[in-house]
């Protein structure tokens, strides 16, 4: 029994929750996608909506909904990068633009496990160095 509890405590402490931490002075570095990354947004009572993720940042990003979200709701957020899955909570901020097609909804992350944390740097980091090559090339940006 006691090796159950040994390996149970070894992969509970190895599964850390990051809080990112927005700083007033210096904002986020923010990325495009290259193309279309679809969103699924787990609502607290609502199930599962999908939207489409239209900018990133460590910080948290922009979506693309069919519908605006409340304001302050906790959702918990999924999608693919180069380096493999994202989950992790976010919380809605006020939407910036409606259309009859959509709205553009702000989002900040309030936890990610580590792991996630180092996909999203990871993906981000992937993204600014495709930019960066790019712009050298003279091809301008893919974002």
Same mark, same amino acid.
């Given at each position: 029994?006691?090796?159950? +509890? ?8 190895? +599964? +850390? ?6 700083? #007033? &002075? ?20 609502? %199930? ?9 940042? #460590? !910080? ?5 909904? #069919?519908? &605006?979200?409340?304001?302050? *709701?906790? +959702?918990?957020? !999924? ?8 989950? %992790?909570? &976010? *919380? ?7 259309? !009859? ?9 309030? &936890?990610? *496990? ?23 090339? %003279? ?5």
């Amino acid at each position: 029994m006691s090796n159950l +509890v040994d390996r149970e405590r070894d992969c509970n402490s190895r +599964v +850390v929750t990051y809080f990112p931490q927005t700083n #007033a &002075a210096k904002r986020a570095t923010r990325v495009k996608p290259g193309g279309p990354v679809l969103v699924a947004i787990r609502l607290q009572d609502s %199930g599962i909506i999908r939207a489409k993720l239209h900018v990133l940042s #460590a !910080t948290g990003g922009l979506f693309v909904l #069919a519908k &605006a979200l409340e304001q302050g *709701e906790f +959702v918990e957020v !999924t999608f693919q990068t180069s380096q493999g899955s994202v989950r %992790g909570m &976010a *919380e809605m901020l006020p939407p910036t633009r409606k259309s !009859t097609r959509g709205c553009l909804q702000p989002f900040r992350f309030v &936890a990610l *496990e580590d792991e996630d944390h180092t996909r999203l740097r990871m993906a981000m980091e992937s993204l600014l160095d495709k930019t960066v090559i790019s712009v050298r090339s %003279g091809k301008g940006s893919s974002l």
